[in-house]
C-alpha cells in the first residue's frame, strides 16, 4: 500500500510470539495481527524493541516481516525494524523489508561503535540512498546510548531523508521540539511518533501524528480511543483514556528485579496478557531472557482484570 | 588446529582492509596476515572492534573469517568475533566460524536491549552450549555498556563455558581480580587476555596470559618483543618496549573531533599506518565513518616515524 | 507566612544577579523580585540550579536567603534550595534557610558520593525530622546522577517526610506516575511540580500542581498566563503560550559549544536577558563559567524581541 | 611543613572515626594517625572519599583537619580535600585548610553543574590563584561524573596550577598517559598518584610517585612494604605484597547490596577492621550510610584473619 503522509494515528509495535522452542509462531502472530486490527489500529510495527528484534536471528526477523505483510494485504501499512549496528549491516536488514514489501523501516544510530553526529547523519543518509524503503528515525537512548538531536533530525527531514521519527526518548521537551521545528520549517508530510504509552494525550495536544505503543498490544482499542479522542478535541476523554492505560502499564514491573532484567519483565508481561486474553499460545520470550513465574503472571491477570480486559 | 589450552601471547585484533568501495580487500587483508605472522604473533583475533565488526555486514564477516583461516592454514589459532546482541543472533555467527573453521569466538554480553546477571550467564551457557567452538568472554563496556562482573566471569569459567576473558574495559584492578581469582580457583587453562594497549607490561606482570592489542597492527613485531621481554622476566626492556609503544598510540587521536568520532579517528589512524607502511592498499574506514584529511594522516605518518617505523 | 498544602501555581527559580567582582548584587535582585511579583508569579525559589547554587559560596546563599525572604515580606512562599552533598551538609542549609524564615527547603538525593534507594529514604527522612521546614525533594538526574523512584516518592509523602516534589528530570511519564500516585493514595496537599520549561500546559493537564521554570525569570508574566490558562481548562490559550515560550527558550543554545558548557550557556542566556529587559545591572554568571560575548548576547536579544519582550 | 616536591610514598586518606552521634572522634582520630605514622606512610590525605568528606558537615571537616594537622606536628605532610560543587565553595574549604595549616589541597573538577573543559580549566586555576595552599586535582569520575583529560592536567602542571595528580579513575592506560606526559615535558616537581589499592605495583613500575589506597588505613604497613619493595626495584615482592592486598580488599564487599550501597559497605569494611584491629572505638558511617550487621562485620574479620591482621 502506499504509506500516508505523514504517518499518524496509533501503529503498535507488534510482539513476536514464539513457541516453546523458541521458534516464530506464525498461527499465534496472525492472531495477534487480527487482534490489533479488530482494534482498530492505523499500522503496524513489526522487528521494533516490543518485538524482541535484539533477540532475533535473521531467519525469524525475516518470518515475521514476510508472513505479517503477506497476512495484512495492505489493509494498513507496515513498517519493520531495520535493527542493527551500522549503516551496511542496517541495509541488509532493509532489503529484506523491502523484498517482503513492508512500507517503511525504522532505523536507530549506530550503536555499539562509538559514533559522532556527522556520522550519525551520514549512516542515515546511506540508509535512505542505498535502501528502496521510507525510512524513520528511532530515537531510543536507553538502548542506543546516543541521542538524537533534534536539528539533526529535522535537517534530515528536509532533505527528504527522514520520513518520519519514532520518539521512545522519554523526553517530551525535546518531542515537542521536534513537532515545532517541522511545523516552522514546514514539513508538513514528515511524522512525529512518541513511543511513549504513558504521555500520548499530552505528545497529541504538542501536534504529535501517532503513537507507537508497546502496551497497545495488549489493549489497542484502548489506545484507539485514546487517539481517536484526541483527534477530536475530546482532551478529558483522552486523559481518562490515558489514566487507565497508565494503571494497566504498571504490569510491566511484575518481575521479580533480584531474577530478571526490565526487557524480560515487561515483555513477559506483554506476552503473558496477550496469553491471559487468548490471543497467543504461549507466553514465553525470546532467549536469554527469563521468564516469568506463575505469581508474576498471576499479577499480570490482576491488572488485566482492574482494566476490565479479561 | 587445536587452541593452546590456555591461549597465551600476542594475538591482534585484525583490521579489516577495505576496497574505495567498502568491499573486503582480500589481497591486503592476506598481506596484513603476512606482516602479523612476520611479527612472530600466536594468534589473529578477526571480527573484533579494531576489524570493525560493528560495521561489516554478515557477506562481507563471512570473506573476512573464510580467508583468513584458510591463508593462516595452521600455522597460528584464529579467533573470530561474534559481535551481535543476544544469543541466537551470536549463534548464526558462530555458526559461519566454525563453519569456516576458526579455533574460538570472543563473544560479549547482550547489548541494546536491556539486561541482567542472570541473562547474561544463560546467554554465555546459550552459546558455549549450541556453538562448537570455544567462547572467549569480550568485556567491553563501552560499546557494551555493561561491565562483566569478575565473579561472574569466574563462575562460566568454571562450568567450562568460557575458555578466556578479554578485557578491553580499562579496568586493570578488575583484570586482576580475575586473574588472581582464576589461581585461586585452579583455572589453568583459562587465559585471561587484556585488550589494553598501554598497560601489557602490567597486565602480564600481573599474570594475564596475553594481549589483544589493535595497535598491534601497526607494529606487531614491537608487541612481540614486548611479550617475550615479559616472558624472560626482563621488565626493563617490557616497559621500554611499552612506552614506546605509548607514544605510538597517541596516533589514534590525529582526528578532528569537531568532524568525526573516536572510531573514525583511531581506526583510520591504524590503516593510514597500515598503508603508509605498504602493508594495504586502501586506508579508507567503513562507511559510515569519516576518513582522516591528508594533514591528519600526514600526523599518522609522524608518529610512525618516531617510532621508527618509516 | 504559611506555605499553601498543596503548593501550586508558578514559583520560578530566581536567578542570582552577581557584581563585576562576583558578589551578590541585592539592589539587582530586589528588581528582580519585583519583576517575578508583577508578573503574578505564586511563589519564589531561590538557592536552585537556575540561581547557581552550585556556585554560590554559604555567605553568598545566605545573602540571597536572608534579603529575599525579608524583601518578600510574605507576600508569596519563598523556597530555599538546600543543595549539598549528603544530609547533614544539607541540614546546615536548612537551618540557615529556617533562620532567615524561609517557607521550604528544596533537597536532592545524596550526590558525589554512591548511594542506595535505601540511603536515599533515610537521607530524606533525617532531613525532614531535624530540620524545620517542609522538604520538597528535587529530582534531577542530570546533575545528581540517580533519578528518584516514584514509589519511593510516594512513600515519603504517604509518611509526611516529603511536602512535594521538583521534577526536573524531563521524564514526563514519571512525572504522570507521581501525580496518579499521589491521587490513588490520597495524599491531596502532596504538590507535584514540574520544572520543564517546555511542557508545562502537559503536566498540567495531567494534574501536576504548579512549575518552577528557569525561564519564568526572563517572562514570568507568559507562565503566569500559560498557567492560569490551564487552571481555566482553557487549553488550546495555555498551549500557545507554551509555543511561544518554547521558541524563547531557544536561548540557552547561543553559546558556543566549543567555548563553553550547557550551564554558562544557558544561565548566561537568562541573565543576558533580565540585563537586556533592564531588570539586572550585570548580567555576568559566577565564576568558573565563562561569559558570553557580545554576539552571543546579540542573539538573545534577537530572541527576546521575536518573543515580544523588547 | 615543606611539602615535598614531587610528593611520594604512601599517603593515604584518613577514615573519619565517628562516635555513635556521628560526631568526629578526635582520641580515635588521632589514635588512627599514630597507627598509619607506626605502619610508615609518608603523609596523610584527610577530607577525602574514604574519609567521608561528602558526609561531613563543615564544622566536622575543620575539627578533622585542625586535630590532624596540629597532631601529626610536620613528622609529614598533611593534605586535606577541598571537595565541593566549584572555586568559590571550594575556596572556602582551602581557606580552612590552610588556616588549619595543611600542606595542601585535593580539587576535583565541578560536580553537580554541568561543564566543560574550558571552565575545569578556569576553575583550577582560581582555586590555585586565590587559594594559599599547592593544588592536587582529584580524577574521581566515579563521583564527578567527568574524567580529567590527561593533556589538561599536563598544561595545569605546566603552568604551576597544578603540583599533582590523585589518580582514582581506575583507568591505569591514562594514569601511564600522564606519567610519560610529565616526563616528556620536564615536570620532575609534578606528583602522580595512584588511589587504586590493587594496582600499586604497577603503576609504580610505570612511574608514578605514590599512592592514595583507602585501605592503607586497615594495613598501612603492607601498602609501606609494597611501596619500599617498589622503590628497591624488588618486584616480586611488591607483587607478593600487592596480592596479599588484593585478598584483604575483598572486605568492601561484605555489605549485602539489598540493603545498602557501595560507600556503606566499603567504607563500613575498612571502619570495622579498625575497629576489630582495636585502632577506632565505634565502627560507624556517617548518616545517611547504612551500618553492616554483626554477620557482615564477622566477615570483614574473616578477611583480617586471613591477611595476617588480627
Redesign the interface.
Known amino acids: 500500500m502506499t504509506l500516508p503522509s505523514p504517518l499518524t494515528g496509533v501503529v503498535p509495535p507488534v510482539c513476536t510470539p514464539l513457541t516453546p522452542d ?1 521458534e516464530v509462531d506464525v498461527a499465534s502472530l496472525e492472531r495477534l495481527v487480527d487482534h490489533l486490527l479488530d482494534g482498530g489500529v492505523d499500522g503496524l510495527f513489526v522487528l521494533g ?1 516490543s518485538s524482541e528484534a ?7 526477523r525475516k518470518v515475521v516481516v514476510d508472513r505479517v505483510v503477506r497476512y495484512v494485504g495492505g489493509q494498513v501499512p507496515v513498517l519493520a525494524g531495520a ?1 542493527d ?5 542496517v ?2 536488514h532493509v532489503r529484506a523489508a523491502a523484498d517482503a514489501g513492508a512500507d517503511g523501516v525504522v532505523v536507530t544510530a ?7 553526529p ?3 547523519a ?2 542515515f ?2 540508509v535512505a540512498d542505498r535502501g528502496a524503503l521510507p525510512v524513520f528515525a528511532y530515537d531510543l537512548p ?4 546516543t541521542k538524537l538531536d533534534a536539528d539533526l533530525v529535522l535537517d534530515l527531514a528536509a532533505e527528504g531523508v527522514l520520513a518520519g521519527l519514532k520518539d521512545s526518548s ?5 518531542l ?2 521536534v513537532v ?1 521545528g517541522a511545523h516552522a520549517r514546514a514539513l508538513p508530510s514528515f511524522a512525529v511518533l512518541t513511543g ?4 500520548v ?2 505528545a497529541l ?2 501536534g504529535a501524528d501517532g503513537v507507537v505503543p508497546g502496551l497497545g498490544n495488549v489493549d489497542p482499542h484502548g489506545y484507539v480511543r485514546l487517539y481517536r479522542a484526541a483527534l477530536a478535541g475530546d ?1 478529558a476523554r483522552a ?1 481518562a483514556e490515558q ?1 487507565r492505560l ?2 494497566l502499564y504498571r504490569m510491566v514491573a511484575v518481575g521479580d ?8 519483565s515487561g515483555l513477559g508481561a506483554f506476552k503473558a496478557a496477550l496469553h491471559l486474553r487468548g490471543v497467543i499460545d504461549c507466553p514465553l520470550t ?5 521468564p516469568l513465574s506463575g505469581a508474576e503472571t498471576e499479577q499480570v491477570g490482576k491488572h488485566l482484570a482492574a482494566a476490565g480486559l479479561l
Open positions: 523458541n524493541s535484539a533477540y532475533l536471528p535473521d531467519g525469524h535493527i549496528m551500522t549503516a551496511l549491516r541495509l541488509d549506530p550503536f555499539y561503535t562509538r559514533t559522532h556527522a556520522e550519525v551520514r549512516h543518509r546511506l536507553v538502548s542506543v546510548h522519554g523526553d517530551d521537551g525535546g515537542r521540539r515545532l511513549s504509552e504513558l504521555t494525550d499530552s495536544a504538542m482532551w486523559r489514566e497508565c494503571a528485579p533480584l531474577r530478571m532484567g526490565a526487557s524480560s525470546a532467549v536469554p531472557q527469563v
